[in-house]
């Protein structure tokens, strides 16, 4: 895969959620911090985003906001308008977590009331919205962040723009008549159509971005030098990688490459592909249920042990109790922190 999706699929975890919401004047609803992205699309009308330490954000229709880190935050009619809690409006299972996926709400004067299933929300017992939203999160190995999402501003503001990101607006549109109109198949196609969504912003926001940034994974992702090597690294983990060997792939002698990918990335060369290794091991090991010999041969590990090694020393316990599901430690130690 190219580097972009590796981004993707190696920090996600479990089932991405999202609703459309039909907003009543007045209204404003808090948003919970979660474990992973986040993001709020305008369908209809206006609204204004908070995220505390930042100033308000006014959004209008086919405007995003995307928060890298899962921010809590508050979407409101104003800044003044009352706000709700949607943790207390949500019924709860024995763990805390919401009983089912909402895919609808209904908000306004009279309270908040979420919907399951079929339906549309703002349905002609509410009478016109004032705004409608397609918001979501996205879960992600907190203790696994990759470190490009780690570099993005803590809200990104993607405004609408008259024939501009036309994918973009398209995986909207998609995903909203998903939600406003759940159809057989559904429970398979909105997960898809998040995924999408996620690679389009941040696909946006590097394009946007792309001549602002000098160091860092944005900095990578515009260094064709330096991007040829980590793209050649992810397509091929288990190749013997050498700083020579990379270097040939980005066009540069052994120490011009070795200084300026380390100066992009944050780690030399060699440690990134060990790095990547290991995390690409981590997803396996969630994933499938091939031997762990397996796996530490896919990404280049002639030795059981020597892999059991590598991968206690990254996550902090071996590959078996992290395939058993046992927490791993909150801050990776050799994580590159591009610059």
Same mark, same amino acid.
């Given at each position: 895969?190219?580097?972009?999706?590796?981004?993707?699929?190696?920090?996600?975890?479990?089932?991405?959620?999202?609703? $459309?919401?039909?907003?009543?004047?007045?209204?404003? #609803?808090?948003?919970?911090?979660?474990?992973?992205?986040? =993001?709020?699309?305008?369908?209809?009308?206006?609204?204004?985003?908070?995220?505390?330490?930042?100033?308000?954000?006014?959004?209008?229709?086919?405007?995003? *906001?995307?928060?890298?880190?899962?921010?809590?935050?508050?979407?409101?009619?104003?800044?003044?308008?009352?706000?709700?809690?949607?943790? *207390?409006?949500?019924?709860?299972?024995?763990?805390?977590?919401?009983?089912?996926?909402?895919?609808?709400?209904?908000?306004?004067?009279?309270?908040?009331?979420? $919907? =399951?299933?079929?339906?549309?929300?703002?349905?002609?017992?509410?009478?016109?919205?004032?705004?409608?939203?397609?918001?979501?999160?996205?879960?992600?190995?907190?203790? $696994?962040?990759?470190?490009?999402?780690?570099?993005?501003?803590?809200?990104?503001?993607?405004?609408?723009?008259?024939?501009?990101?036309?994918?973009?607006?398209?995986?909207?549109?998609?995903?909203?008549?998903?939600?406003? $109109?759940?159809?057989?198949?559904?429970?398979?196609?909105?997960?898809?159509?998040?995924?999408?969504?996620?690679?389009?912003?941040?696909?946006? =926001?590097?394009?946007?971005?792309?001549?602002?940034?000098?160091?860092?994974?944005?900095?990578? #992702?515009?260094?064709?030098?330096? @991007? *040829?090597?980590?793209?050649?690294?992810?397509?091929?983990?288990?190749?013997?990688?050498?700083?020579?060997?990379?270097?040939?792939?980005?066009?540069?002698?052994?120490?011009?490459?070795?200084?300026? =990918?380390?100066?992009?990335?944050?780690?030399?060369?060699?440690? @990134?592909?060990?790095?990547?290794?290991?995390?690409?091991?981590?997803?396996?090991?969630?994933?499938?249920?091939?031997?762990?010999?397996?796996?530490?041969?896919?990404?280049? @590990?002639?030795?059981?042990?020597?892999?059991?090694?590598?991968?206690?020393?990254?996550?902090?316990?071996?590959?078996?109790?992290?395939?058993?599901?046992?927490?791993?430690?909150?801050?990776?130690?050799?994580?590159?922190?591009?610059?």
């Amino acid at each position: 895969m190219d580097v972009l999706s590796d981004v993707i699929g190696t920090v996600r975890t479990g089932r991405p959620n999202a609703a $459309r919401v039909a907003w009543h004047s007045p209204w404003g #609803m808090r948003f919970p911090e979660v474990s992973g992205v986040g =993001f709020q699309v305008v369908l209809q009308g206006s609204c204004v985003l908070t995220v505390e330490g930042e100033p308000p954000l006014h959004l209008g229709v086919g405007d995003i *906001a995307f928060l890298p880190n899962g921010q809590g935050h508050v979407v409101s009619e104003s800044t003044g308008s009352p706000v709700e809690d949607l943790c *207390a409006l949500l019924p709860h299972g024995r763990t805390g977590e919401p009983a089912g996926p909402v895919t609808e709400l209904v908000c306004g004067p009279g309270g908040a009331g979420p $919907r =399951f299933g079929s339906g549309t929300a703002g349905g002609a017992e509410h009478g016109e919205p004032a705004c409608v939203t397609l918001g979501g999160s996205y879960h992600t190995c907190s203790a $696994r962040p990759h470190p490009m999402l780690a570099e993005l501003p803590r809200l990104v503001h993607l405004p609408a723009r008259v024939g501009a990101r036309t994918e973009l607006g398209a995986a909207v549109e998609l995903l909203g008549s998903e939600l406003a $109109r759940p159809r057989p198949g559904g429970d398979a196609v909105v997960p898809s159509l998040l995924e999408m969504l996620l690679v389009y912003i941040l696909r946006a =926001f590097i394009e946007e971005n792309r001549h602002a940034a000098s160091r860092g994974w944005l900095g990578v #992702m515009r260094d064709p030098a330096v @991007y *040829a090597a980590v793209q050649a690294v992810h397509r091929d983990p288990a190749h013997p990688w050498t700083v020579a060997g990379l270097g040939e792939r980005a066009g540069l002698s052994r120490a011009a490459f070795a200084k300026r =990918f380390t100066a992009l990335v944050g780690l030399s060369p060699l440690a @990134y592909v060990t790095w990547w290794r290991l995390t690409s091991a981590g997803r396996m090991l969630q994933e499938d249920d091939a031997p762990i010999s397996a796996v530490a041969a896919r990404v280049g @590990y002639s030795s059981q042990f020597a892999f059991a090694n590598a991968f206690k020393r990254e996550f902090g316990l071996s590959p078996g109790r992290y395939r058993a599901g046992v927490p791993v430690r909150e801050v990776p130690a050799d994580a590159p922190s591009a610059g």
